[in-house]
């Protein structure tokens, strides 16, 4: 008998696995709630939401009025009072309406307090360039997030990774910013169909190589793993690091997977400038300056504002072609 | 009167005297350098913090702003742990880390001073909106200064309160001045009441000084928010005594209106209170007096023997960020 037919790998979207998590936190634990626009009835606009009204009921699945910071420090309220809230703002170009109920508010109670308050708060919401969304619904500004001391951030790539970092972030203690990518939510994945939880500050290895190390995030994996076929077609064994959490930051698969291929490239959607990939690169440097065969190599947006026009779109954020050549550029130190 | 009338009368007097002389003694604690830092005076508006809280349950819930003593002392904290925090020792209510502007709670349901203007209202929001989540017989107040009636958070609260119809009770701390700038001149509407009915929220505006008139309309509004009623507001009229923070000697603050508040001080009206209604001598009042100076001297005295927080536990302490 093929034992194949009988362990068939389950396949299902990002969306898919992302409303998976919430199901099944918010059957587990009753204080877990979730609040956004349009998330209730219409089920979200990417679909991440669907199904949960009828099954959870309107007391814990709601919509808001369009007042991101009213709404998010509402979250932030009901966290530090023993609920576990999710809060979904539409699109990370939003965020900037949030920002003192993040930076100023989720991130300081617990360190303000000396400990004695907690923020189990999960701020989901998604970003990155999609479709000729122009430069108010395109952006990539996990930086800002990086930059602020207690807070969490996690971007995932993967169904898989998606799923089971939710879960982590739900029944983390502190506030975890959650972002998701906009053209991840139907690419497809192997999703087991029993329980599983990613912890929050791991990378994952998504192939293994010798020559090169590639570091990414969120939508920039997929790319990193088109062009890694064809650097593997010429000859350069490329092994990826999809950090999956920015913060905490894995650093030990960093700097292990760094010492093993001595040449280094990080990929971000982000503009180049002031970026995360910079910070990693000084970690790199800090740490593991004696393995590095060549300088760390970034590849970044442009520094500019996302185009509406899609040619010009595809120009300001790194493509598979760039990554090819920014990975020869890394590997043969030119 | 009956006794725990009298009772009653007399914990409002002593509230609103600890508040006082709390901050009085903590202002030459300033003075001497034992308290650095921003050090907002409630000096003047004693009476709606013991009002407000005197009026409800220790289940319920509280928001607090920069201006945050008060409210602290009058939720019921303890006067060792208070000036402790202020001096920044580490047995203080945030281990020191937080101060004068982040004075919280959380054990006990204050949910804190805040240092950005309007930003306690939308977790007062949150934790409203935790308790109609869990069907809980509990209700918030929300302490806001007049200033944040000009900032979207507080509007974007009054909104989500209302639409959601939460046991939360918005409480305006009227004293007329935002920093250095009157009302008048910061808003097209300076009866802040007003703002409530724009949003459906029953609103109303009473002596912010009268310790009795606030404690009678919180009373009120706490019991209809538990019925499922909220949310509500009451505009607290009231006058900072000196200037928006202990190094700013309030130069701004017209004499006549000065003048009219030195007579129409909570304190004063909490006396008159305890002499008129409860048939207190001046030789009772004076005792509770004594009392809680005794106390407050016991307080400083522990506060300024208290260490502060080694370089090694601070470093212990962050090791997760």
Known sequence: ?334 | MKKNTRDFLVSLYTTMYKIRNFEEQAIKLYRDGYIRGYFHPYLGEEAIATGVCAAMDRKDYITSTHRGHGHCLAWGADLKIMFAELLGRENGFCKGLGGSMHIADYTKNNLGANGIVGSGAPLAVGAALGISIRKERQMVSSFVSDGSTCNGSFLESLNLASAWKLPLLFVIENNQYAVSTRIEDSTGEPELYKRGAGFGVESIRLDGNDVLEVYNTAKLYVKRCKNGEGPFLMECLTFRKSGHHVNDPGLYLPKEKVDHYKLHDPLLIGKKHLTELAGLSGKDILEIENMVMAEIKDAIDFAIKSPEMSEENFLKFVEEY
């Open chain 1, 1 to 334: 008998m093929d034992t194949n037919i009988l362990i068939e790998k389950r396949e299902i979207m990002y969306r898919d696995a992302l409303n998976e998590a919430l199901k099944e936190e918010m059957a587990r634990d009753d204080k877990v709630f979730i609040m956004g626009e349009g998330i209730a009835e219409r089920g979200g606009s990417y679909k991440v939401t669907v199904g949960l009204l009828e099954q959870f009921g309107g007391k814990r699945v709601f919509d808001t009025p369009l007042s991101e910071n009213g709404f998010t420090g509402a979250g932030i309220g009901a966290a530090l009072t023993g609920m576990r809230p999710v809060v979904e703002i539409l699109f990370i170009d939003f965020t900037m309406l949030i920002l003192d109920q993040i930076v100023n508010q989720a991130a300081k109670f617990r360190f303000m307090s000396g400990n004695t308050a907690r923020v189990p708060l999960v701020l989901r919401t998604q970003g990155g360039v999609g479709n000729g969304l122009a430069a108010q619904h395109s952006q990539s500004l996990e930086a800002l997030f990086y930059h602020i001391p207690g807070l969490k951030l996690v971007m995932p790539s993967t169904p898989y990774d998606a799923k089971g970092l939710l879960k982590a972030a739900i029944r983390c203690d502190d506030p975890v910013i959650f972002i998701e990518h906009k053209l991840l939510y139907m690419n497809k994945g192997e999703v087991p169909e029993e329980e599983y939880i990613i912890p929050l500050g791991k990378a994952d290895i998504k192939k293994d190589g010798s020559d090169l190390t590639i570091i990414a995030w969120s939508g920039m994996v997929p790319k990193v793993m088109e062009a890694v076929k064809i650097l593997d077609g010429e000859g350069i064994s490329a092994e990826i690091v999809d950090l999956r959490s920015l913060v905490p930051l894995d650093k030990m698969t960093i700097i292990n997977s760094v010492k093993k291929t001595e040449h280094v490239l990080i990929v971000q959607e982000a503009v180049r400038r002031g970026g995360v990939g910079s910070d990693i690169s000084s970690i790199i440097q800090e740490e593991a300056f004696d393995y590095l065969d060549s300088p760390v190599k970034i590849l970044g947006g442009l520094n500019v504002p996302c185009p509406f026009n899609l040619n010009l779109e595809k120009l300001v954020i790194p493509q598979t072609d760039d990554i090819v050549r920014a990975s020869k550029e890394a590997v043969y130190n030119k």
